[in-house]
């Protein structure tokens, strides 16, 4: 990882020569540098890259599906992120703190706070399910490692995946566990720990994806597979498509609800913001298009459905692990790691929470801790519930206009409809708000002192944040409720 991080261009040019590093000085700022790209890493790598991505592309059809997430991290995901984190360290403080505090420096409304909050809650209802679907891949390391999935044909994948999620007791065995693992972190409020574990275990988790894309060569499928992720259909692309690719590009990069925000608190004041956020965002890509390099080719191999919908990698993995040589040990290592990514994404989904309390009611983490434990933890049963006792309980949500008929949500689980509410329009709000906050009403002297980059980029970055980001945000929103058609109608375009 040092290696990426590097890479990346010296592109700052306004580096003040009292600030000039000896040597001593020009070591301590890289490895700070590192130290935030590790935890940010940490927390954008997760559950969104390797089982998220893969589902929702194959629900919305892939390449086309693709190419507007990719579209949207480049021009929405990496400037917003500049911002968030940039709002993060000139605040250095709770989300809500911060946003107040920022706002009273440039002599804005305190109502600012709001977007705190509101990142405070998503981050909150997300860590609800993720803490449950952390625990499905917790439960497949005993799978893995006692050779339940040797020799097993699709079928018999699908029955594990069946009988594990049918089981609410089970579900909130390894709900519970996940949940303890996160909350144990988060009240000893230990970073170093996380930082070595990011450290070696990114890299192994790297190292094994490529492992499995060897595999998925194999398959004989992999043709077939890439073509999925990256030929671009547009007749599949709908306008809730559109919506989700846009909503997982903000999840992905933990964008818009303030974890991004906390982290950039800790970074210390002379590090790029600029290469850090490149760094980040192209990690998080890599391991994404690298899970659904490996994925589909196991679904077109195995005459699997790519629409699957949330079970997808734990009905094709276990099938690649159970075939291939040293399966049982590469699988058992594979979900250890990927329970490692989740863990370091969800100590951040939490963070903003915590931060807040502590600061609100005057507790200790600890306390803090234990007490947003057991929300979550209460929340998160709403999901343990949707793929069992409640499976029929669905909401579905339309609005029919004789422009056309709109779906918001179609026969929606609570799982579902919290997903939704969160990664398609909390994240995106905040991030739309964050984007309007530094692009037009945080003063320029500051902005640009904070990015520290050269102007060239300096004005491409305030472009995409006054401009692009925001524009697409609210056009991606209207449309999906249905707006442009609409007004495309109205003006017969
Ligand atoms: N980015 C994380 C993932 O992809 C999830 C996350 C979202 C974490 C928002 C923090 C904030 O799994």
Same mark, same amino acid.
């Given at each position: 990882?040092?290696?990426?991080?590097?890479?990346?261009?010296?592109?700052?040019?306004?580096?003040?020569?009292?600030?000039?590093?000896?040597?001593?000085? *020009? !070591? /301590?700022?890289?490895? =700070? +540098?590192?130290?935030?790209? $590790?935890?940010?890493? #940490?927390?954008?790598? @997760?559950?969104?890259?390797?089982?998220?991505?893969?589902?929702?592309?194959?629900?919305?059809?892939?390449?086309?599906?693709?190419?507007?997430?990719?579209?949207?991290?480049?021009?929405?995901?990496?400037?917003?992120?500049?911002?968030?984190?940039?709002?993060?360290?000139?605040?250095?403080?709770?989300?809500?703190?911060?946003?107040?505090?920022? *706002? !009273? /420096?440039?002599?804005? =409304? +305190?109502?600012?706070?709001? $977007?705190?909050?509101? #990142?405070?809650?998503? @981050?909150?209802?997300?860590?609800?399910?993720?803490?449950?679907?952390?625990?499905?891949?917790?439960?497949?390391?005993?799978?893995?490692?006692?050779?339940?999935?040797?020799?097993?044909?699709?079928?018999?994948?699908?029955?594990?995946?069946?009988?594990?999620?049918?089981?609410?007791?089970?579900?909130?065995?390894?709900?519970?566990?996940?949940?303890?693992?996160?909350?144990?972190?988060?009240?000893?409020?230990?970073?170093?720990?996380?930082?070595?574990?990011?450290?070696?275990?990114?890299?192994?988790?790297?190292?094994?994806?490529?492992?499995?894309?060897?595999?998925?060569?194999?398959?004989?499928?992999?043709?077939?597979?890439?073509?999925?992720?990256?030929?671009?259909?547009?007749?599949?692309?709908?306008?809730?498509?559109?919506?989700?690719?846009?909503?997982?590009?903000?999840?992905?990069?933990?964008?818009?609800?303030?974890?991004?925000?906390?982290?950039?608190?800790?970074?210390?004041?002379?590090?790029?913001?600029?290469?850090?956020?490149?760094?980040?965002?192209?990690?998080?890509?890599?391991?994404?298009?690298?899970?659904?390099?490996?994925?589909?080719?196991?679904?077109?191999?195995?005459?699997?459905?790519?629409?699957?919908?949330?079970?997808?990698?734990?009905?094709?993995?276990?099938?690649?692990?159970?075939?291939?040589?040293?399966?049982?040990?590469?699988?058992?290592?594979?979900?250890?790691?990927?329970?490692?990514?989740?863990?370091?994404?969800?100590?951040?989904?939490?963070?903003?929470?915590?931060?807040?309390?502590?600061?609100?009611?005057?507790?200790?983490?600890?306390?803090?801790?234990?007490?947003?434990?057991?929300?979550?933890?209460?929340?998160?049963?709403?999901?343990?519930?949707?793929?069992?006792?409640?499976?029929?309980?669905?909401?579905?949500?339309?609005?029919?206009?004789?422009?056309?008929?709109?779906?918001?949500?179609?026969?929606?689980?609570?799982?579902?409809?919290?997903?939704?509410?969160?990664?398609?329009?909390?994240?995106?709000?905040?991030?739309?708000?964050?984007?309007?906050?530094?692009?037009?009403?945080?003063?320029?002297?500051?902005?640009?002192?904070?990015?520290?980059?050269?102007?060239?980029?300096?004005?491409?970055?305030?472009?995409?944040?006054?401009?692009?980001?925001?524009?697409?945000?609210?056009?991606?929103?209207?449309?999906?409720?249905?707006?442009?058609?609409?007004?495309?109608?109205?003006?017969?375009?």
């Amino acid at each position: 990882m040092p290696d990426s991080a590097s890479s990346i261009k010296e592109s700052s040019s306004h580096q003040s020569p009292t600030n000039q590093p000896e040597n001593t000085s *020009a !070591r /301590e700022q890289w490895s =700070s +540098r590192m130290v935030f790209i $590790l935890a940010a890493t #940490g927390s954008a790598v @997760g559950l969104g890259n390797i089982w998220k991505f893969p589902y929702i592309t194959g629900e919305n059809g892939g390449g086309a599906f693709v190419l507007v997430y990719l579209l949207c991290i480049a021009s929405i995901g990496v400037p917003i992120m500049m911002a968030e984190v940039m709002l993060g360290r000139r605040g250095r403080n709770d989300p809500v703190t911060t946003m107040k505090k920022l *706002a !009273r /420096e440039s002599g804005h =409304s +305190r109502a600012w706070g709001l $977007l705190g909050w509101m #990142g405070v809650i998503a @981050g909150f209802l997300i860590l609800s399910y993720y803490s449950v679907i952390a625990g499905w891949a917790m439960a497949y390391v005993p799978f893995m490692a006692s050779g339940t999935f040797n020799g097993l044909d699709a079928a018999g994948v699908n029955t594990v995946f069946s009988d594990l999620v049918s089981h609410p007791e089970t579900l909130i065995f390894w709900h519970t566990s996940f949940l303890f693992l996160t909350m144990l972190v988060v009240a000893r409020g230990v970073r170093g720990g996380l930082e070595k574990a990011v450290t070696y275990l990114m890299p192994l988790l790297f190292a094994l994806l490529i492992i499995l894309i060897f595999y998925a060569i194999d398959t004989g499928a992999f043709q077939k597979g890439v073509a999925y992720l990256f030929t671009p259909d547009f007749s599949k692309l709908t306008t809730e498509g559109i919506l989700s690719a846009m909503g997982h590009a903000f999840f992905t990069l933990s964008l818009g609800m303030g974890a991004i925000m906390v982290y950039g608190s800790y970074l210390p004041a002379k590090t790029s913001i600029a290469k850090a956020s490149f760094a980040v965002a192209f990690m998080d890509t890599m391991v994404a298009l690298m899970a659904g390099l490996i994925i589909f080719p196991i679904v077109f191999a195995n005459s699997l459905e790519p629409s699957a919908g949330p079970g997808l990698i734990f009905k094709t993995l276990p099938l690649a692990f159970g075939q291939m040589d040293y399966g049982a040990l590469f699988g058992t290592l594979f979900f250890i790691l990927l329970v490692f990514a989740a863990w370091t994404s969800s100590i951040s989904l939490i963070e903003p929470a915590i931060t807040w309390g502590m600061k609100t009611f005057q507790i200790s983490r600890v306390k803090m801790a234990v007490f947003a434990g057991i929300f979550v933890w209460l929340s998160g049963l709403l999901t343990v519930f949707s793929f069992n006792l409640t499976s029929d309980l669905t909401i579905t949500s339309t609005i029919s206009t004789q422009y056309g008929e709109f779906v918001i949500l179609k026969n929606a689980t609570a799982f579902d409809f919290l997903d939704y509410l969160t990664s398609n329009i909390m994240l995106p709000l905040g991030g739309l708000m964050i984007a309007i906050y530094a692009g037009w009403l945080m003063k320029k002297e500051y902005s640009r002192d904070e990015l520290d980059i050269s102007r060239a980029m300096y004005a491409l970055w305030l472009f995409l944040v006054r401009f692009i980001a925001p524009l697409m945000v609210v056009v991606v929103f209207l449309n999906a409720m249905g707006v442009v058609a609409f007004i495309r109608t109205i003006m017969g375009v």
